[in-house]
Every structure is written in structure tokens, then in C-alpha cells.
């Protein structure tokens, strides 16, 4: 099995499309994968980002920054 993150920077345009093309992570283990997301929630929260509630049924968390919003989205493949 391979774990997937995919990493979106940029604003979403007028028409709610992301601009850009993701990042891609990719592990082999889910335990290096679940590592990383914490340390990167971790880092976010200290540079002032906050995490709220999904308002969709995914697995998708959404983060806030005090300028901007980010999506950070987890494809299990």
C-alpha cells in the first residue's frame, strides 16, 4: 500500500479552483506518513495557524492562517 499527501499552495480562484499543482508526498508506511502530518500541523500552529472542523465528510482538515486559509487534504490510495 502507498500513502499520498498532497500539498496545495497558492490562492483558489474566482471560480474555487486551486491555482498551481500540489506537492506529492509519497510512503510506504503509514507510521512515516502520520509522522510528517504532525510535524507539519505542528509547525503550521507555531507560525499562527489554527485548525477548525471539516465542514465535509472527508478527511480533509482545514487550516487558517490570520491572511489566508490553506486546505490540507489526505488521498489514501
Not at 24 to 52: A, C, R, S
Request: charged share 35%; proline share 3%; hydrophobic share 25%.
Amino acid at each position: 500500500m502507498k500513502y499520498i499527501i498532497q500539498i496545495y499552495e497558492g490562492e483558489i480562484n474566482g471560480h474555487g479552483e486551486k491555482e498551481g499543482l500540489p506537492t506529492e508526498y509519497q510512503y510506504k508506511f503509514e507510521q512515516e506518513m502520520i509522522k510528517y502530518v504532525h510535524d507539519l500541523k505542528k509547525d503550521l500552529k507555531e507560525k499562527g495557524w489554527i485548525e477548525g472542523e471539516s465542514p465535509e465528510v472527508s478527511q480533509t482538515s482545514f487550516l487558517r492562517g490570520e491572511d489566508c486559509d490553506a486546505e490540507l487534504g489526505f488521498k489514501f490510495e
